[in-house]
């Protein structure tokens, strides 16, 4: 309590310009707040920041005022006319804690018909897919507002910089998200897209900017990447070798990582040291979160002795949720996320295709490193959204399913992510922490 006095004189200090009005309507927000016992989110810090206090309904200067009377003679304590979520602060606010909300009138950016850089297997609206409910969610945390994704201010926060997704095929997934939410306010003489093997590179001429990505689904070296073996049993990884892949990834001023899905093949994890020193032949196995606590310290290491976080800033995404297991919420064996049209409603549902072990490693590995490492923690709002995937609105092999093969829910994909659709949230949250 010692705290809050002191906290609302230098609030009246710092900000005396502010219209009278509107702190008089923070400390009323403020009280009510203290007496719906909501203290729990309110650290001293937070309060500090009180100048974040009414910022989702607004109102113009003289409104307020009047309003303001009016409710001054009415209950002071009833504020409820105020929505008293803070603005997004990722240190402040839980994003993972919210709900997702049904509103008809939110429209994506973009559409898979306009940007004409999203790759085909999350392109499902070309590959037939007709329901559209999935594109209405919008994510809201409960303890904050999180502001809409606004193209012109990521591209003046990416002004003469270099942004590169690290990472596996969901990576990928957020990567051409991020560029289609950006990319339709850049005319077309301006911008330009080399797609490589492993690196690819969107560039925005006039903003002096690059959003890159680079394929390392592993993020550590292993005999699988650069060409893929299909056979996850002689898939071997080199859990302490990362300087092959990292030395392209020097000079970048945002990078963004993940890893998961390549780890959850079901099998230990054939992992070698050393230089391959005595052929691939010398693995040992370990059970995944070994391996991939083993891989994760290479990487953390990596990026504590080479990144500069004065000129660098690091983000790490964590697993996206696969929805191959239907039981997980209650619907018959075998149909995977197929035919689902609507995110999963219980609070805090978390399925199998989650793993906590991992998740578990990613924060410890973290925790201690000496570079700050910003998590963009997608994998609970992901959870619900068991509609969002490309399901068997995708291709195989470079072919579209055939109307037969679409009916069969064990074609469904329910790894990947239609765009748009869930990565736009993800690179929501991002962008607010950027
Ligand atoms: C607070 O105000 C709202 C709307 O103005 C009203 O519906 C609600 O009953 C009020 N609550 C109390 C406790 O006065
Ligand atoms: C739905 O979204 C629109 C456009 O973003 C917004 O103006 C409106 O307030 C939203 N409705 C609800 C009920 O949140
Ligand atoms: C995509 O968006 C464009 C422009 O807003 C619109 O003309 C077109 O009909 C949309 N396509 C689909 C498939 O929704
Ligand atoms: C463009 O950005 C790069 C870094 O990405 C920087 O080295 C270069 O000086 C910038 N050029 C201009 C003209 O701003
Ligand atoms: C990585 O960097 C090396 C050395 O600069 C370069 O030769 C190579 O082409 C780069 N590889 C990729 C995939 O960008
Ligand atoms: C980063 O900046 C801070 C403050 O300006 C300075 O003390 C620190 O040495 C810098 N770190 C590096 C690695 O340059
Ligand atoms: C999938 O949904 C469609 C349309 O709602 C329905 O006709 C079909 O029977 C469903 N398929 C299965 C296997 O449930
Ligand atoms: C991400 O959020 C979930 C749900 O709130 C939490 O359980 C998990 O520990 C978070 N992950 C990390 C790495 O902090």
Not at 134 to 140: A, F, L, V
Not at 378 to 401: A, F, N, P
Not at 417 to 429: A, E, R, S, Y
Request: aromatic share 12%.
């Amino acid at each position: 309590m010692v705290m809050i006095p002191s906290g609302l004189m230098k609030y009246h200090r710092g900000k005396f310009s502010l219209p009278i009005i509107v702190i008089t309507v923070c400390v009323l927000v403020f009280i009510a707040v203290l007496y719906t016992e909501r203290l729990t989110f309110i650290s001293s810090k937070s309060i500090f920041k009180f100048k974040t206090c009414p910022r989702k309904n607004i109102k113009p200067k003289s409104t307020v005022a009047e309003d303001e009377k009016r409710k001054k003679e009415e209950n002071v304590v009833n504020a409820s006319w105020i929505d008293d979520r803070f603005d997004f602060d990722s240190e402040e606010c839980n994003v993972a804690n919210g709900k997702w909300v049904f509103n008809q009138s939110i429209k994506p950016l973009y559409n898979d018909t306009t940007c004409p850089y999203i790759d085909r297997q999350f392109s499902c609206v070309k590959n037939g897919r007709t329901d559209s409910d999935y594109h209405h969610w919008e994510w809201q945390p409960e303890d904050c507002t999180l502001p809409q994704f606004n193209p012109e201010l990521a591209l003046r926060k990416l002004q003469g910089k270099r942004l590169l997704f690290i990472g596996d095929s969901l990576q990928r997934n957020q990567w051409e998200s991020f560029i289609c939410l950006v990319e339709w306010i850049i005319p077309e003489k301006h911008k330009s897209m080399k797609r490589g093997h492993i690196h690819s590179v969107f560039k925005i001429k006039e903003y002096n900017a690059t959003i890159e990505f680079y394929w390392a689904p592993y993020l550590v070296e292993s005999n699988s990447d650069i060409n893929i073996i299909g056979d996850p049993r002689k898939r071997i990884i080199k859990v302490d070798a990362i300087m092959d892949r990292a030395t392209n990834w020097s000079g970048v001023d945002i990078l963004v990582f993940n890893t998961y899905v390549w780890w959850m093949s079901g099998l230990r994890i054939k992992s070698v040291w050393g230089s391959f020193a005595n052929g691939e032949e010398g693995y040992e196995e370990f059970d995944t979160p070994i391996a991939y606590k083993l891989a994760l310290k290479t990487w953390a290491n990596w990026v504590d002795s080479t990144i500069n976080p004065n000129k660098t800033r690091v983000f790490f995404t964590t697993m996206s949720p696969t929805h191959t297991r239907s039981e997980d919420w209650s619907k018959k064996e075998g149909m995977k996320c197929f035919n689902e049209t609507e995110p999963v409603k219980k609070k805090k549902h978390w399925g199998t295709g989650s793993d906590k072990r991992i998740m578990s490693v990613v924060s410890k590995v973290v925790k201690k490193m000496k570079v700050p490492v910003n998590l963009i923690n997608i994998t609970q709002i992901s959870e619900y959204r068991i509609d969002g995937h490309s399901s068997v609105y995708t291709e195989t092999g470079g072919k579209l399913l055939s109307e037969e093969e679409r009916s069969n829910p064990q074609n469904a994909d329910c790894i990947h992510w239609c765009l748009p659709g869930v990565p736009d949230t993800w690179n929501q949250i991002f962008l607010a922490m950027l």
